[in-house]
Each structure stands twice: as structure tokens, then as C-alpha cells.
């Protein structure tokens, strides 16, 4: 078999996977942000956290829990590395740096899961699972909140509330994420990745010196990693490290729990508003992207130029000979158009071409599928500017869902798209104007230039993943990068959650001969053109500069 039909074949069995689980999935997480019963385990957390999971919440209130919950979240886990030095099971190792601290313990709290550090040589077992592993699963449940909140918006009329953030965070965790975790870690387990808590310890000797590996929960953290769209690697090399990712089947298995939860959202969408038809739109539109980024991936990596690469099957550098071109290729796609940041390759390795692909698949705003709840709510929000694109085509109103898109909807939508891109474009401008930054580069020209966007750009849209030819551990990027990953994530939500208020008060508008079907594939062509156009204005200036100048030079 040659390695371009295995990677086919590899891209049809994902589809198939996905397709399986699509919809009872998605009914299931219908059924649990809708139910009016609790878990009694459910029902401690509320009295331990002294919540009444059956007040309502207007969308100020909303917000107020979800930044109360995640600032909680920051000091905790900073202060744990902090203190690691004195915990049991730290492995020696000493109290994280406080730049490194508050990075990391952002990073995580916000889901971007961004690493400047060697996760087997700084982080002892308390850190990683009392404290990484926690965030993978608190961080995704509150982008699914986020995401419910704003659905609730749109199905709900003539009120401000958007159900409760307490209730709404305990049941993503214990009834969707923790299962699901559960068994993928299960399943890891038995495809070789390791699940223990083995100390330090040497494995041979390489190049006359020795080599020490440390083990770890690693499975049940890969798990909750790729199922919340998370990406941290408990390894520095990440999903590309044997102890991680051990076989190509796992390597699928993988990439399908990446895309799982954001796919199946969409079926929630459209059974909480009571129409599957508008989930299946934004199905397709989220299908469409993804597919053709795979497919434009497979081109530039298995293009053969000279004979190295005609041996090789491909573009090999960097890549793993167990997951070959085809593997790597849907992996960088899928972990970038989520906001994953995962890795199984070495993206700064891939062609000038197809580094571009991975940070335009970020740029994108990460909503094909996107990250737990993110991706979700990025789309609806592009969604309201395609239909507000398409009244000004043909001079009425604008109307998505049973809701008129007035002044106030399409200004907090416009400002939402917006935030990101302000910080990645001026983050990366002050990094390349300063002298000191500019240190941390491993390359220079285009390919440096694009280390530094791709790092801003990662940071900014909560993705993770890195070029990884710069030094990330300075002072400077441990402080930008932080507020880039801090800013990137909360802000869009308060915008997202007033947006969500604003729809939630409206009554219905009904149905005339005029209406925008926006359940059919003229909305859905409209809504891809509509999020490549945008970001190709905002973005196509600095990928010429880097990987655009890059490819086009090879």
C-alpha cells in the first residue's frame, strides 16, 4: 500500500468513526445541558461549593462565575508549582520559575495548554495530575458552557436567562468529559501508552552517556487532552513521544478524540434550538474546512521534490516513520484547526506551505471544529455576520434562528472577531521591533519571522502548539504569551455571553417568504466564503511575509 492511499484510507475511517457517534452523542449532550434532575454527586459539588444549580442567570452573572472560576483556577495552579519543591512526588524537582508559573498556570486555566518547558524535567506527578490534569477537564467544561449559554440565546425568547454556569460546569465534567476520558484511557492503556507513577530511572546508555526517562498517569492525561482539546503534552515531544502515542492506531484513535466532542456539538446546537437542520449546516460548514485543509496538507507534504523526498513518500522531516505523511498531516490539521495545540510532528519541519496551512487553520479562529464549546460559539458568531452580509446583498433585515441581528448583536459580533487578531498582529509587531525578543529566534528571515507569528498566533486563539524553533522560556514570551492566552480567551466570552443576553430577550420573528434559509448549502457556501474572506483581509499580509514568502521561495 503506498503511503498516499494510506492516508486516504486513514481520513475515510476518521469520517466513518465520527458519522458513528455524531448523533447519539449529540442528543446525549442535548439531554444533559436540559435536564432538570442532578446527580448526587453533582449534588455535593453544590454543596460544597455553596451553588444553587437551579438559579437562573442572567448573562452578567453568567460571566461573573465563569471568571471567578477560572482566576480561582490560575492561583491554584501557580501556587502549586510554586510549592512544588516541598510536595510529595515532585521527582526532585524545584519550585517553577514565577514567569514559567503564571504561563503555564494560565495556559492550562485557559485551555491553550501552551508548554516553554520540558514537561519530563520540570513537573513532579502532584503537578501534573493534581494540577494540569484537573484544568484539561475543568477549562473544556467551561468552554462547553460558554457555548450551551449562547445556544440557550438563541432557543430562548422574551428572558435574559442563560440557565446556570454552576450546574452547567459540573455536568459537562461528570457526565460527558470524565466518561469519556475514562474509557479513551482505557483503551490508550491497551494500545501501550504507560499509566503509572514510576520514578526516575535510567534506560541505557546512547552515545556514551545515559538516559533517564520518568513515568506518569500518562494515559488518563492523553485522554482528557485530546477529548477537551487541551494539548499539553506530560512529555516535551508531546503526541509524537512513544509513551504517549505508541502506534499508528493510536494515532487515530487520537485525532478522533480531538475532533469528537466539537463535531457532536453541532448535533446539540440543532436539537436545543429544534432544528437538526441548522445542526447539519453548521456541520457541513465545519466538514467542508476541515477536509479540504487535510487535503491541501496531503498536497504540499507528499509533493516530491528532488529524490529524497521521492524515497521518503513525502515531506519526512520531522515526522514519526510510524504515522508517515498521511498520519501527520490529518493530525497538524485537526490539532490546529481546534484549539488542541497537540503535536505528533514537528510543524516548523513541514514545507513552507504547509507550515502556512497549520497557522492559517489557527487564524481561522479554530471553528472547524474547533476547541469544547469554542469552536461552537465561533462559528454562530461568524454565522450572525453572514447573515448580516447577506441582508445588506438583498436589503432586509438580517435574521438567524428566529432572531433579528440589530445594531447591537452585529456590533458584539464584530467586536469578537476582532480581539484576536488585534492581539496576535500586535503582539508579533512589538516582539520583531524590539532587540531583545528577537534573541529567541533559532532561524531568520521568513521562517524566524514566522516562529514568532505562529507562537502569537497559537497563544492568542488558545491553541498551544508551537513551531518550536524558539525559545519561548524568556521573561518576555513567558509574560506576552500569557496575556496574549489570558486576553484571547476571556475576552471573546464576554462578548459571546452578552451577545448570548441580547438574543435570549428577543420574541421570535416569524418566517416569511423573504427569510434566509440558513439550514441550506446556499448558507452554508456563504458561511465558508464568508470565514476565509475575513480572514484572508486580516491575516494575508504577515503570512506573506513568513510562510507564503518561505513556500514560494523553495
Known amino acids: 500500500m503506498g503511503p498516499v492511499l494510506a492516508g486516504v484510507l486513514q481520513l475515510l475511517a476518521l469520517i466513518a468513526a465520527l458519522a458513528l457517534c455524531y448523533v447519539p452523542l449529540g442528543n446525549y449532550m442535548a439531554k444533559v445541558y436540559t435536564s432538570d434532575k442532578h446527580w448526587r454527586v453533582e449534588k455535593w459539588i453544590y454543596k460544597g461549593i455553596g451553588a444553587n ?37 515532585s521527582l526532585g524537582f524545584q519550585a517553577i520559575d514565577p514567569d514559567q508559573a503564571f504561563n503555564t498556570a494560565v495556559s492550562f486555566v485557559t485551555n491553550t495548554n501552551w508548554q516553554s518547558y520540558y514537561g519530563e524535567q520540570a513537573m513532579g506527578h502532584v503537578v501534573q495530575t493534581a494540577g494540569l490534569a484537573v484544568q484539561n477537564f475543568v477549562s473544556a467544561a467551561v468552554g462547553i458552557a460558554v ?19 454552576w450546574a452547567d460546569l459540573v455536568r459537562g465534567t461528570i457526565r460527558i468529559l470524565v466518561p469519556l476520558a475514562a474509557v479513551a ?33 500518562v494515559a488518563s492525561q492523553e485522554a482528557i487532552k485530546e477529548l477537551g482539546t487541551n494539548g499539553g ?35 446539540t446546537f440543532g436539537v436545543m434550538v429544534g432544528s437538526v437542520k441548522q445542526g ?5 460548514t465545519m466538514g467542508t474546512i476541515w477536509v479540504g485543509f487535510v487535503a491541501l496538507m496531503m498536497w504540499t507534504e507528499f509533493a516530491h521534490h528532488g529524490p529524497a523526498f521521492q524515497i521518503a513518500g513525502g515531506a519526512m522531516e520531522g515526522k514519526e516513520v510510524r504515522f508517515g505523511v498521511g498520519g501527520s498531516s490529518i493530525f497538524a490539521v485537526s490539532t490546529t484547526l481546534t484549539s488542541t495545540g497537540a503535536v505528533d510532528s514537528f510543524h516548523s519541519s513541514f514545507t513552507g506551505l504547509g507550515g502556512g496551512i497549520t497557522m492559517l487553520s489557527m487564524m481561522l479562529g479554530e471553528i472547524a471544529p474547533g476547541g469544547t464549546g469554542s469552536g461552537l460559539y465561533g ?26 441581528i440589530g445594531s447591537r448583536e452585529i456590533k458584539l459580533a464584530a467586536i469578537y472577531i476582532l480581539i484576536t487578531p488585534a492581539l496576535v498582529l500586535v503582539f508579533t509587531a ?5 532587540p531583545t525578543p528577537g534573541n529567541s529566534m533559532t532561524n531568520s528571515g521568513a521562517h524566524g519571522f514566522s516562529e514568532i507569528l505562529y507562537a502569537y498566533t497559537s497563544a492568542a486563539n488558545n491553541n498551544g502548539s508551537a513551531f518550536a524553533g524558539l525559545n519561548a522560556d524568556t521573561q518576555w514570551f513567558n509574560t506576552t504569551l ?31 417568504a423573504g427569510t434566509l434559509r440558513t439550514e441550506k448549502p446556499l448558507f452554508t457556501g456563504l458561511l465558508v466564503g464568508a470565514i476565509l474572506i475575513i480572514t484572508g483581509l486580516t491575516y494575508f499580509p504577515a503570512l506573506a511575509l513568513g510562510p507564503l514568502a518561505e513556500g514560494l521561495a523553495s
Request: aromatic share 12%; hydrophobic share 55%; proline share 6%.
Open 379 to 404: 462559528i454562530l458568531i461568524l454565522a450572525i455576520i453572514a447573515v448580516f452580509i447577506a441582508g445588506l446583498m438583498v436589503g432586509r433585515t438580517p435574521e438567524y434562528l428566529g432572531k433579528k
Open 430 to 434: 512589538f516582539a520583531m521591533a524590539l
Open 280 to 284: 447539519y449546516a453548521i456541520l457541513a
Open 233 to 267: 503534552g506530560y512529555f516535551n515531544a508531546n503526541s509524537a513521544h512513544p509513551f504517549e502515542n505508541p502506534s499508528p492506531f493510536s494515532n487515530l484513535l487520537e485525532i478522533f478524540l480531538i475532533l469528537l466532542i466539537p463535531f457532536a456539538l453541532t448535533r
Open 185 to 217: 484511557a482505557i483503551v490508550l492503556v491497551a494500545l501501550g501508552a504507560i499509566q503509572n507513577f514510576s520514578g526516575i530511572h535510567e534506560v541505557g546508555q546512547f552515545m556514551g552517556g545515559s538516559q533517564q526517562w520518568n513515568g506518569g498517569a
Open 53 to 89: 444549580p437551579d438559579t437562573e442567570m442572567r448573562w452578567p452573572a453568567y460571566l461573573r462565575g465563569v471568571l471567578a472560576f477560572s482566576a480561582a483556577g490560575i492561583l491554584f495552579l501557580y501556587l502549586l508549582q510554586r510549592l512544588q519543591g516541598v510536595l510529595p512526588g
Open 147 to 165: 457555548a450551551v449559554a449562547l445556544v440557550r440565546g438563541f432557543a430562548r425568547s422574551r428572558t435574559g436567562d442563560l440557565g446556570n454556569f
Open 482 to 512: 500569557g496575556l496574549a492566552m489570558l486576553f484571547g480567551r476571556f475576552l471573546p466570552m464576554v462578548f459571546v455571553l452578552a451577545l448570548a443576553g441580547s438574543l435570549a430577550e428577543q420574541k421570535p420573528v416569524p418566517v416569511t
